[in-house]
């Protein structure tokens, strides 16, 4: 079956602008996170959705950063002002359900460059 | 809180040798454990994971690992390299301590260079 999917794969911005980041997790997968990978670290955690709300977002960096997934299905990372410091690998992983040890199943990615 | 080690950076072996990535953790609660490759440019690939089953976990590519409560450890083996097995590795920890999901913490990585 299909797996999580992420576009674009890459995106390059300049200062300053506005991007989307979309997410579309394997279907029935009721948790989706996002996450943020610089370069030669491991990812870091930005935030978790159950369903169609944030349960978490405690990871979000700063007010620029803002996700949504209005249907309980695909999802959609928002930056605003993009800075230099934003170019990463942004990943998105979606699970099953609320089951204790669900593993995380991984898209490949956006990678962001802000020139 | 919760928090992984990955004792190497980076490790070096020959091609057909065995393979060891050193992996520890910290958890305030019974965490699940789990082992991701990254290969260049692709996403990350489940190995194996644990949770609270078996302590000796087999997973993909004739990987293994064994979780020590004791030693707080959930080391990564492979009896014999392949350059295939070229690749960042992660250890990742996850539990539910103050959190009513898993949340999921990535160790820094580990490098594995397989020399012909």
């Known amino acids: 079956g299909a797996g999580v999917s992420q576009t674009p794969s890459n995106k390059v911005t300049e200062k300053g602008k506005y991007v989307e980041l979309r997410c579309d997790p394997i279907?029935?997968?009721?948790?989706l996170y996002w996450y943020r990978q610089s370069l030669g670290q491991g990812p870091e955690f930005l935030i978790y959705?159950?369903?169609?709300?944030?349960?978490?977002d405690s990871g979000l960096p700063n007010d620029r950063f803002f996700a949504v997934r209005p249907e309980g299905s695909v999802s959609t990372l928002k930056i605003q002002r993009t800075e230099r410091g934003d170019s990463a690998v942004y990943l998105c992983?979606?699970?099953?359900?609320?089951?204790?040890?669900?593993?995380?199943?991984f898209g490949p990615g956006t990678r962001l460059t802000v020139l | 809180a919760q928090s992984v080690t990955q004792l190497d950076s980076h490790v070096s072996v020959s091609e057909g040798t065995p393979v060891l990535l050193r992996c520890n953790y910290s958890?305030?609660?019974?965490?699940?454990l789990f082992w991701y490759v990254q290969h260049p440019n692709k996403g990350l690939q489940l190995l194996l994971k644990?949770?609270?089953?078996?302590?000796l976990v087999k997973g993909i590519n004739g990987f293994e690992a064994e979780f020590k409560k004791s030693e707080t450890s959930f080391h990564l083996t492979k009896p014999s390299a392949h350059m295939s097995d070229a690749a960042e590795y992660f250890c990742?920890?996850?539990?539910?301590?103050?959190?009513?999901?898993?949340?999921?913490?990535f160790g820094p990585g580990t490098s594995l260079s397989v020399i012909p």
């Open positions: 992983a979606s699970s099953p359900g609320a089951s204790t040890g669900d593993t995380q199943y």
């Open positions: 279907s029935g997968h009721t948790a």
């Open positions: 959705f159950q369903g169609t709300g944030a349960a978490d």
């Open positions: 958890s305030s609660y019974s965490p699940s």
């Open positions: 644990y949770t609270s089953a078996a302590t």
């Open positions: 990742v920890v996850s539990d539910r301590w103050k959190t009513s999901y898993d949340k999921v913490i």
